[in-house]
Every structure is written in structure tokens, then in C-alpha cells.
């Protein structure tokens, strides 16, 4: 049996910046009550929140639910362990971001004169394309 809980497959996540819960919950195969508990266990999980009060769920959010569920359903993990492996991951990602990413020089830190002066135009072309979304999202 546990060789058939490892041999489960994420389903592709839709390229969309945001979901409700409910589309969250389809998507992991997850309960709503179920996604707002862990909400409540795993500090690190936390959308975002409409006018309205509707949870709003980036990508990041759904790939950590995956994450979760399968160190508590496929793993067999408590949720105090699965609290301690995500840490645990997330400490190694931050050393290994340390590490990896040479200091930016002085120059670079400080902000220059003018609004996304540094930013490439298909920077600012993608950030308004999400800002676009999450408009149409929440009206």
C-alpha cells in the first residue's frame, strides 16, 4: 500500500495566479474544512483574503497543500512532524539560497531615481498582466 501512495501523481496546476478554496480543494483532493484547518496548523499557509472574506490562494499556497498532504497522508507523518519537515525544507532552501546567490554589490541595493527605473519591460509587462488578473478575479 505504501508503494501505492508513492506511486501518486500531482495533477498539473492550472496556469492561473489565483484560486478559491473550492477550486483548491478539486484541485489536491483536499476537503475545504480540511484546507482551513491546516490553515490554522501550518503558519506558512496563509491566503489571502477578498472583500468579501474569500480565500484567495496563490500557487505557492496550492503547492504547499500538496506538500502537506503528502507528508501527512502518503508519508504518514503527525502534523507536529510534517510542521518540522516543511521547516526543515525551508531551512535547507534559504542555506542553499544563501550560498548560491552572490552579495549584491552596494549600488544595486539602494533604489534609483524612478519607478522600476532597473526593471526590464517584460518585468513590468508581467506584473501588470497579475495585477490584471487579480483584478478581474475579485470583482
Known amino acids: 500500500m505504501a508503494e501505492e501512495a508513492n506511486s501518486m501523481t ?5 496556469d492561473k495566479l489565483f ?5 483548491v480543494a478539486q484541485l489536491t483532493g483536499t476537503k475545504p474544512h480540511v484546507l482551513r484547518y491546516w490553515e490554522s496548523e501550518f ?10 472574506g474569500q480565500r484567495i490562494y496563490r500557487r505557492k499556497d496550492v503547492e ?8 501527512l497522508y ?8 510534517a510542521k518540522k519537515q516543511l521547516q526543515k525544507k525551508r531551512s535547507q532552501r534559504a542555506e542553499t ?6 552579495p549584491r554589490p552596494p549600488e544595486e541595493e539602494t533604489p534609483q ?4 527605473r532597473s526593471q526590464s519591460n517584460s518585468d513590468i ?9 487579480l483584478l478581474d478575479f475579485l470583482k
Not at 19 to 23: P, S, V, Y
Not at 64 to 71: E, N, P, R, T, V
Not at 113 to 116: A, S, W
Open 125 to 133: 509587462e508581467q506584473v501588470r498582466k497579475e495585477l490584471t488578473q
Open 113 to 116: 531615481p524612478g519607478l522600476f
Open 64 to 71: 504547499l497543500i500538496f506538500s502537506i498532504k503528502q507528508l
Open 74 to 81: 502518503e508519508e504518514n507523518f503527525t502534523i507536529a512532524g
Open 19 to 23: 484560486f478559491k478554496i473550492g477550486e
Open 10 to 14: 500531482r495533477p498539473e496546476i492550472p
Open 97 to 102: 539560497a544563501r550560498t548560491a546567490a552572490p
Open 43 to 52: 503558519k506558512m499557509l496563509r491566503p489571502a483574503k477578498g472583500e468579501s
